[in-house]
């Protein structure tokens, strides 16, 4: 069962609120006829759904899931949203939640769409948490991702919108909000090579960032075998019952919301394990292998061929 | 340093200073063309500079009898994009392509890479895969046995998302750095094999923001890679980090040449890779030649 409240006077105080950008992405939320929302997926726990679209003016940026867990003490926020303004309005969303200081600002990897809000929650007494190799990982994609900000969001993307974390996590990290334990996990390259997933014991709720896309086609940026790996061990798992995503709706449907996942990521290393043995090319590969998929997966020819890309060049070492 | 001789690289190099403070002067044109990603840089003021520091005078004419340029209209993966340079003239020993430079107008280091075929070559076919930082023209010049430069074009997109020209497990590279297999694969177009190099290197570019992480990753790339067939030269190739992540070049090997086939890989921090392999490369498996290296 998935319980969901929504907030709609918060959304009124968001649509209407003067931060900078702001203005821009109640323009957006409007176009949508939906302003900026959070829903309680379980007690004190609160997601924003993100657009199953790519970044654009209109979205703002604000295309993954992002969201926060209340504790006694304090909140930590997970993911932040792809720029600043979506951030301010997490922010201002939490504000009308609780009164609570936000004690943690979790990143679960360094893709744009989840953490170019961070620098909204920059205060003395925020900490922020990512995997292991966060840091070399966004370093090295910062100048692309600022670069492709400025003409795809068409805002003033600037090294501000990069805030690195204080403390990172090598496999295991327990973090109190007061009464309230969240468990992080590093994972194995995956998704990325800084997958972090957040667990809530008190709710059961398991936040995967992209170790889990739901109906949007998931992205490869690290192993493919590696996150086969990790969903199998994710998939044996049975203290969860509520999921929630990177990319789609949560659901309480476990371990049966990662099959299309594992399904889809199968299909690929196996096409490119066979486009391998019979000597294929790499741009025969992109144009040939998994193409089945195409009708299952939102922004699949966005994707596709650069999964296929990915596993390719990774699995051609094997 | 390897087979080049100390002349020629260092030549080479000073090139590439050339290179990089033509750019800097030009640092505006370029920021412009790398930040809009709707059409622009298609811009000729890189090439012009490039043009004049590496040809100088030199007339280069249109390639398209000499040589083809295939390469995606959209590079899906900004990190890794195959492309192939088809010889039209065949290798035949009357008129060839002797050597072919590689330019990605709107990367860091924009000249990417020096090939030089050498007698063991079949022709100057090649497939390689490049990293694409925005928007840009990627070009191939040719220069013929009789000492005339032709060139090719080709407009690439790169595409958005959360990709970037950067590799996705630098770890696992480096752990492995120096690997290398020998592989017989399809070409594309016909019925014809090639042979493949790939080379386990990070090929890091050295660009990263690294205020950000108070940590310093400088560049580590591979710079040079012969092939020699016997005691005969397949090519000689000088290049930058402008290659993707664990290096693969494809070439066609003259048929009959006698000897082993080797490979020798040399990065910017001097480490020297080498290795050998029984040829003909066809009946070298992959799992055959791990780890041989002499």
């Known amino acids: ?318 | 340093m390897m087979r080049l001789g100390k002349r020629r690289s260092a030549r080479f190099y000073i090139a590439g200073l050339l290179a990089l403070s033509v750019l800097s002067s030009g640092g505006t044109a370029l920021a412009q063309s790398g930040d809009n990603d709707h059409g622009n840089g298609r811009d000729e003021t890189v090439w012009h500079s490039l043009k004049k520091a590496y040809f100088g005078d030199r007339e280069i004419t249109d390639g398209d009898d000499v040589l083809s340029l295939d390469a995606p209209y959209r590079a899906e993966d900004p990190a890794v994009v195959p492309i192939t340079i088809t010889d039209k003239l065949g290798g035949t020993n009357n008129r060839r392509i002797d050597k072919l430079w590689l330019v990605i107008d709107n990367n860091p280091d924009p000249m990417s890479a020096v090939v030089e075929m050498g007698p063991a070559a079949e022709n100057a076919t090649l497939s390689t895969r490049v990293r694409v930082n925005s928007y840009t023209y990627m070009r191939v010049i040719a220069e013929s046995s009789e000492g005339d430069l032709y060139m090719v074009k080709r407009f690439v997109k790169a595409s958005g998302g959360c990709s970037a020209p950067v590799g996705r497990d630098p770890e696992k590279a480096l752990e492995h750095m120096g690997e290398m297999r020998l592989r017989e694969v399809r070409a594309d177009q016909g019925d014809g094999e090639r042979t493949q190099l790939m080379i386990r290197h990070p090929n890091i570019t050295g660009l990263q923001m690294d205020q950000l992480t108070r940590l310093v990753y400088p560049a580590h790339f591979v710079n040079a890679i012969t092939v020699m067939k016997g005691d005969k030269r397949v090519f000689d190739s000088q290049m930058t980090f402008s290659l993707s992540e664990n290096p693969s070049i494809q070439f066609n090997v003259r048929e009959g040449a006698p000897g082993n086939l080797t490979a020798r890989v040399h990065d910017n921090k001097d480490n020297v890779f080498e290795q050998n392999w029984p040829m003909p490369a066809s009946q070298t498996s992959v799992s055959d030649n791990k780890k041989t290296s002499s």
């Open chain 1, 1 to 318: 069962m998935r319980i969901k409240q929504f907030y709609g006077a918060l959304s009124l105080v968001l649509a209407s609120s003067a931060i900078a950008g702001g203005a821009q992405l109640s323009h957006a939320a409007a176009s949508d006829n939906e302003a900026f929302s959070v829903v309680s997926i379980a007690p004190g726990v609160f997601y924003h759904a993100g657009a199953q679209a790519e970044a654009n003016k209109l979205n703002h940026g604000d295309i993954a899931n992002i969201g926060f867990i209340v504790g006694e003490r304090c909140v930590a926020v997970i993911d932040t949203g792809g720029s600043p303004a979506v951030g301010h309005a997490l922010q201002k969303a939490i504000l009308g939640t609780t009164a609570k200081p936000v004690c943690y600002v979790i990143n679960t990897h360094m893709h744009p769409d989840h953490v170019f809000g961070n620098s909204a929650f920059k205060r003395p007494g925020t900490t922020f948490v990512a995997a292991e190799h966060y840091s070399e990982g966004l370093a090295a994609r910062a100048r692309t991702y600022l670069d492709r900000m400025r003409s795809v969001l068409d805002l003033p993307a600037s090294i501000d919108w990069i805030v690195m974390p204080d403390e990172t996590v090598e496999e295991t990290l327990e973090l109190d909000l007061g009464n309230r334990k969240i468990r992080l996990h590093a994972w194995p390259t995956s998704h990325t090579n800084n997958d972090l997933t957040v667990f809530d014991e008190k709710t059961g709720t398991l936040w995967l960032g992209d170790l889990l896309f739901v109906d949007r086609v998931p992205a490869l940026d690290g192993s493919i075998t590696g996150w086969l790996g990790s969903v199998e061990r994710l998939h044996d798992r049975t203290d969860v019952r509520y999921a929630v995503p990177g990319h789609g709706p949560p659901g309480s449907d476990w371990p049966r919301m990662l099959d299309p996942e594992i399904a889809y990521l199968t299909d690929i290393r196996g096409g490119v394990e066979n486009a391998l043995d019979e000597g294929r090319s790499l741009k025969w590969a992109e144009q040939h292998v998994a193409l089945d998929g195409r009708e299952d997966w939102l922004l699949f020819d966005d994707y596709h061929a650069r999964n296929v890309s990915g596993a390719y060049t990774e699995l051609e070492w094997q």
